[in-house]
């Protein structure tokens, strides 16, 4: 769990770094340029450490320099903001090739309730894809506080909740066959 949280961190780190320069100076322009310069450093360092940079890597990277440039030359924010509904939509894409979750289950749930396993991925997909749709509505709005709160606050919430409610779900289900199982 504690890779997996790094590795999200690292992926989100220009993210991250716009939004704690914009909560702490309220500029936009500071905020993007400090992101833009932060993810061409982090790309660089990796490299140093002679990491290989894989395809996400390079695209999300992409995405801050040509989002966050834009942002700069128009001195509009909502291109920079939209740039979490784009890793939101490429996940949600992934997310619909069938039974994507089945690996990350444990045996148990595998062997017992596979085809709820899958159905629990299509709804992950469409949760990415509402997440991403609703960050570019915020985004079109343009308020950087309303923006921080959904992107901060609304669309982790979402993911946590969601993956509470699937794990009680699958173990109600999972129970609830063991027993049928059982009595038969």
Do not use: C
């Not at 982090?42 to 450490?49: E, F």
């Not at 039974?99 to 017992?112: Q, S």
């Amino acid at each position: 769990m504690k890779s997996v949280l790094a590795k999200l961190a690292t992926d989100f780190l220009s993210t991250i770094v716009f939004l704690v320069v914009y909560v702490a100076t309220d500029n936009v322009v500071l905020a993007t340029g400090v992101a833009i310069a932060g993810a061409i450093a982090q790309a660089i360092y990796a490299r140093i450490k002679g990491e290989v940079l894989g395809f996400m890597t390079w695209a999300s990277l992409a995405l801050v320099v040509v989002l966050g440039t834009a942002t700069l030359l128009t001195n509009d924010p909502r291109f920079v903001l939209a740039k979490p509904s784009i890793a939101h939509f490429a996940i949600g894409a992934i997310m619909l090739k069938r039974g994507w979750m089945l690996r990350y289950m444990p045996p148990r749930v595998t062997e017992v309730i596979p085809e709820y396993v899958t159905v629990a991925g299509y709804a992950w997909a469409i949760l990415m894809f509402a997440l991403g749709a609703g960050t570019i509505a915020i985004a079109s709005t343009g308020d950087m506080k309303l923006w921080a709160t959904y992107v901060a606050v609304v669309a982790p919430g979402a993911k946590i909740a969601a993956f509470a409610i699937q794990y009680l779900v699958f173990r109600v289900i999972i129970t609830n066959r063991l027993r049928a199982t059982a009595r038969a």
